[in-house]
Protein backbone atom coordinates (compact mmCIF):
# COMPACT_ATOMS: atom_id res chain seq x y z
CA UNK A 1 0.00 0.00 0.00
CA UNK A 2 1.35 3.25 -0.97
CA UNK A 3 -0.33 6.68 0.27
CA UNK A 4 0.47 9.60 -1.75
CA UNK A 5 0.20 13.34 -0.66
CA UNK A 6 0.09 16.33 -2.91
CA UNK A 7 0.67 19.52 -1.68
CA UNK A 8 1.29 23.48 -3.46
CA UNK A 9 -2.25 23.84 -4.83
CA UNK A 10 -4.02 27.59 -4.44
CA UNK A 11 -5.23 30.09 -6.37
CA UNK A 12 -3.06 32.18 -9.01
CA UNK A 13 -3.19 34.58 -11.57
CA UNK A 14 -2.70 34.02 -15.22
CA UNK A 15 1.07 33.75 -16.11
CA UNK A 16 2.26 33.10 -12.51
CA UNK A 17 4.15 29.82 -11.20
CA UNK A 18 3.45 27.19 -9.16
CA UNK A 19 5.10 24.38 -7.70
CA UNK A 20 3.44 21.05 -6.56
CA UNK A 21 4.31 18.36 -4.74
CA UNK A 22 3.77 14.82 -3.96
CA UNK A 23 5.33 12.79 -1.11
CA UNK A 24 5.00 9.24 -1.09
CA UNK A 25 4.71 6.64 1.77
CA UNK A 26 6.57 3.67 0.32
CA UNK A 27 10.09 1.67 1.00
CA UNK A 28 10.66 0.99 -2.71
CA UNK A 29 9.44 4.41 -4.20
CA UNK A 30 11.82 3.38 -7.04
CA UNK A 31 9.90 0.72 -8.13
CA UNK A 32 7.06 3.31 -9.15
CA UNK A 33 6.21 4.90 -11.84
CA UNK A 34 5.10 8.23 -10.88
CA UNK A 35 2.96 10.80 -12.79
CA UNK A 36 0.45 13.54 -12.30
CA UNK A 37 -3.06 13.86 -13.55
CA UNK A 38 -5.56 16.36 -13.75
CA UNK A 39 -9.51 17.11 -13.77
CA UNK A 40 -10.49 20.06 -14.60
CA UNK A 41 -14.49 21.49 -13.39
CA UNK A 42 -17.20 19.11 -15.16
CA UNK A 43 -14.48 16.93 -17.18
CA UNK A 44 -12.87 13.72 -17.12
CA UNK A 45 -9.58 13.13 -15.29
CA UNK A 46 -6.45 13.40 -17.37
CA UNK A 47 -2.37 12.91 -18.21
CA UNK A 48 -0.50 15.84 -17.34
CA UNK A 49 2.97 14.43 -16.98
CA UNK A 50 5.01 11.27 -16.20
CA UNK A 51 8.27 10.39 -15.08
CA UNK A 52 10.30 7.21 -15.02
CA UNK A 53 11.50 5.10 -11.93
CA UNK A 54 14.61 6.19 -12.44
CA UNK A 55 13.44 9.63 -13.45
CA UNK A 56 15.53 9.94 -17.30
CA UNK A 57 12.27 9.99 -18.80
CA UNK A 58 9.80 12.34 -19.04
CA UNK A 59 6.36 12.72 -20.72
CA UNK A 60 4.00 15.30 -21.11
CA UNK A 61 0.82 16.14 -22.42
CA UNK A 62 1.01 18.53 -25.60
CA UNK A 63 -0.77 21.46 -23.73
CA UNK A 64 1.80 21.89 -20.86
CA UNK A 65 4.86 21.19 -23.05
CA UNK A 66 7.59 24.06 -22.37
CA UNK A 67 5.33 25.08 -19.43
CA UNK A 68 5.62 22.58 -16.78
CA UNK A 69 8.41 20.30 -15.73
CA UNK A 70 8.29 17.17 -13.44
CA UNK A 71 10.75 15.77 -11.30
CA UNK A 72 11.23 13.26 -8.90
CA UNK A 73 13.89 12.87 -5.63
CA UNK A 74 14.00 8.92 -4.99
CA UNK A 75 16.36 9.62 -1.63
CA UNK A 76 12.98 11.70 -0.78
CA UNK A 77 10.16 9.57 -1.86
CA UNK A 78 8.64 12.97 -3.53
CA UNK A 79 7.64 14.07 -6.94
CA UNK A 80 7.33 17.50 -7.86
CA UNK A 81 5.36 19.52 -10.87
CA UNK A 82 6.60 22.82 -11.51
CA UNK A 83 4.03 25.17 -13.30
CA UNK A 84 4.71 28.34 -15.20
CA UNK A 85 3.15 30.54 -17.27
CA UNK A 86 -0.52 29.09 -15.88
CA UNK A 87 -3.28 29.99 -17.54
CA UNK A 88 -7.02 29.46 -16.95
CA UNK A 89 -7.19 26.25 -18.97
CA UNK A 90 -5.25 25.02 -16.02
CA UNK A 91 -7.21 25.03 -13.72
CA UNK A 92 -8.44 21.83 -12.09
CA UNK A 93 -7.79 19.16 -9.32
CA UNK A 94 -3.85 17.68 -9.66
CA UNK A 95 -3.44 14.49 -8.70
CA UNK A 96 -0.46 12.51 -7.94
CA UNK A 97 -0.16 8.89 -9.11
CA UNK A 98 1.69 5.75 -8.43
CA UNK A 99 2.21 2.52 -10.54
CA UNK A 100 4.45 -0.42 -10.42
CA UNK A 101 7.14 -0.54 -13.09
CA UNK A 102 9.29 -3.18 -13.93
CA UNK A 103 11.69 -1.23 -16.62
CA UNK A 104 13.33 1.80 -14.95
CA UNK A 105 12.93 3.62 -18.53
CA UNK A 106 9.09 3.40 -19.16
CA UNK A 107 6.89 6.79 -18.12
CA UNK A 108 3.41 5.38 -17.39
CA UNK A 109 0.85 7.47 -19.48
CA UNK A 110 -2.57 6.10 -18.85
CA UNK A 111 -4.95 6.11 -15.82
CA UNK A 112 -5.52 2.21 -15.62
CA UNK A 113 -1.33 1.95 -15.10
CA UNK A 114 -1.64 3.70 -11.88
CA UNK A 115 -2.51 2.08 -8.33
CA UNK A 116 -2.05 4.77 -6.12
CA UNK A 117 -3.54 7.72 -6.13
CA UNK A 118 -3.85 11.09 -3.78
CA UNK A 119 -6.54 13.27 -2.62
CA UNK A 120 -5.66 15.62 -5.32
CA UNK A 121 -4.54 19.41 -4.70
CA UNK A 122 -6.97 21.89 -6.12
CA UNK A 123 -5.16 25.06 -8.73
CA UNK A 124 -7.03 27.77 -9.73
CA UNK A 125 -5.72 30.19 -12.18
CA UNK A 126 -7.38 33.34 -12.35
CA UNK A 127 -7.79 36.48 -14.48
Not at 65 to 70: D, P
Not at 75 to 95: C, F, G, H, K, W
Request: aromatic content about 10%; proline content about 3%.
Amino acid sequence: QVQLAESGGGLVQVGDSLRLSCAASTRTFSTYGMGWFRQPPGKERQFVAGISRSGERTVYTDSVKGRFTISRDNARNTIDLQMNSLTPEDTAVYYCAAGLSTIPSVVLITARQYTYWGQGTQVTVST
